[in-house]
Structure formats: structure tokens, C-alpha cells
């Protein structure tokens, strides 16, 4: 069974930093497109992040390029998101999600077929 286990979300101050993990279970990474999204309050669900780990291919959104890194430590199955430079229009529920390769565009929701329960980060003073 496919699972994720999300940690690390919180309340920080702006231009804090956050890590957020996505630990894995049911399945191996590298076979795998992992993406992280966020959901704030009345807008919709958008892509903020996705590995391959498979060729280290990586995507950002122009929102939080050079603000935000992915990575994950396949041995350990746990996929990160480094949040720095944190804004308060980053407040939001940020979930993990998995695809296998080549399911489609890594930028929508519904090309995921897993998802975790989500975590809740608030950039506010």
C-alpha cells in the first residue's frame, strides 16, 4: 500500500525557512515522479515543486524559483522541500504526491495518483 508521512510544516516569521519531509512507504522513488503542492484559501491547488529522481529532473514554479529546493534521500524514501525566503503568500497546505514515470504533466493535480494528508505552513509576523 502506498503511503506518505508529511512533516515539517509550522508557523514562521517572514523570510524564515521551513523544511518540509514526505516520508514513503509501498514503493520506490526512483520509478517515481514526486511533487509537492499547495492549496491556499480560495485559490486553487497548484504545483510548486516535482522530482525525478530517476535523472535528478526538477521543476520549480515561477513563484518560488530560487527560494525553494526538492531533494530526496532514496535509501531512506523521504522526499524534501527547503522552503527559504519564506513570504506570507506561501501560507498554505502543502502536499506531497507521487506518479509513476510518465503519466503525464507533472504540473497538474490530477496526473497524481497518491497524495499525503498535507501540512499546514503559515508565514506570518
Known amino acids: 500500500e502506498v503511503q506518505f508521512v508529511e512533516s515539517g510544516g509550522g508557523l514562521v516569521q517572514p523570510g524564515g525557512s521551513l523544511r518540509l519531509s514526505c516520508a514513503a512507504s509501498?514503493?520506490?522513488?526512483?520509478?517515481?515522479?514526486i511533487g509537492w503542492f499547495r492549496h491556499a484559501r480560495g485559490k486553487a491547488r497548484e504545483a510548486v515543486s516535482w522530482?525525478?529522481?530517476?535523472?535528478?529532473?526538477?521543476y520549480y514554479s515561477d513563484s518560488v524559483r530560487g527560494r525553494f529546493t526538492i531533494s530526496s534521500d532514496n535509501a531512506k524514501r523521504t522526499v524534501y522541500l527547503q522552503m527559504n525566503s519564506l513570504k506570507p503568500e506561501d501560507t498554505a497546505v502543502y502536499y506531497c504526491?507521487?506518479?509513476?514515470?510518465?503519466?503525464?504533466?507533472?504540473?497538474?493535480?490530477?496526473?497524481?495518483?497518491?497524495w499525503g494528508q498535507g501540512t499546514q505552513v503559515t508565514v506570518s509576523s
Open positions: 509501498g514503493f520506490t522513488l526512483d520509478a517515481y515522479a
Open positions: 504526491a507521487a506518479t509513476p514515470y510518465g503519466s503525464g504533466n507533472y504540473q497538474l493535480p490530477n496526473t497524481y495518483n497518491y
Open positions: 522530482l525525478l529522481s530517476r535523472d535528478n529532473n526538477t
